[in-house]
């Protein structure tokens, strides 16, 4: 079993920044950032491989954030800049213990308890 706890969310203005961190209990191969407004599915935002480090991004978010990982720490953090009003989500730390790159929801085994971005215009 692998505990994540988040940390750093908040209230930002658009175009403004923030940093999501991420502490993990145990490692898994792959870490993932997800986000989630209501009434809609948790959507991929980027991953990372705790070895390679090989990054992925949601279309949506590339360019503008930044998925990174402290092996030492076992931490991975989120920087999110240029943030837009549509970033604002209760954004999940994620754990995949398979290989195979996924952006599925369903493939993560472990969760955080989330943590509310809210980018006002």
């Known amino acids: 079993q692998v505990q994540l706890v988040e940390s750093g969310g908040g209230l930002v203005q658009a175009g403004g920044s923030l940093r999501l961190s991420c502490a993990a209990s145990?490692?898994?191969?792959?870490m993932g950032w997800f986000r989630q407004t209501p009434g809609k599915e948790r959507e991929f935002v980027a991953s990372i491989t705790w070895n390679t480090g090989n990054r992925y991004y949601a279309d949506s978010v590339k360019g503008r954030f930044t998925i990174s990982r402290d092996n030492g720490k076992n931490t991975v953090d989120l920087q999110m800049n240029s943030l837009k009003p549509e970033d604002s989500a209760v954004y999940y730390c994620a754990a995949r213990k398979g290989v195979v790159y996924s952006i599925d929801y369903a493939d993560y085994d472990y969760w955080g308890q989330g943590t509310q971005v809210t980018v006002s215009s």
């Open positions: 145990g490692r898994t191969y792959r």
